[in-house]
Nanobody, 124 residues
Framework: QVTLVESGGGSVQAGGSLKLSCTVVSRYNMFSMAWFRQAPGKEREGVAGFREDGPTTTFLEAVKGRTTITRDEDKKTLHLEMKDLGPDDTAVYYC??????????????????WGQGTQVTVSS
């Protein structure tokens, strides 16, 4: 059994920042983790990914430079910190995890485990 618990979503004014967290409850090791998001009327897109086997991270171009993704020492808690938020960042954000090595960290089909999603709303 693998359960992902997300927190940190909510409303924020444009130009503000937020921090999302995802905790994995499982006896298994997580080799890769990532955050995805889906805005109304749009397809789900990868935001940022973190690979356990080596300090490799991948970011969506739209959030690069203003986003940090980190994982705690226990390797089961993932954090997504975003700054300079704008209306285009409004979406439901999902945490995902996989037990296998993943080359493309932002490919959603690579992840068998998903959180329930947390709403992020950025006001103009």
């Amino acid at each position: 059994q693998v359960t992902l618990v997300e927190s940190g979503g909510g409303s924020v004014q444009a130009g503000g920042s937020l921090k999302l967290s995802c905790t994995v409850v499982s006896r298994y090791n997580m080799f890769s983790m990532a955050w995805f998001r889906q805005a109304p009327g749009k397809e789900r897109e990868g935001v940022a990914g973190f690979r356990e086997d080596g300090p490799t991270t991948t970011f969506l171009e739209a959030v690069k430079g203003r986003t940090t993704i980190t994982r705690d020492e226990d390797k089961k808690t993932l954090h997504l910190e975003m700054k300079d938020l704008g209306p285009d960042d409004t979406a439901v954000y999902y945490c995902a995890a996989a037990r296998i090595f993943i080359l493309d960290l932002l490919d959603s089909t690579n992840y068998p485990y998903w959180g329930q999603g947390t709403q992020v709303t950025v006001s103009s």
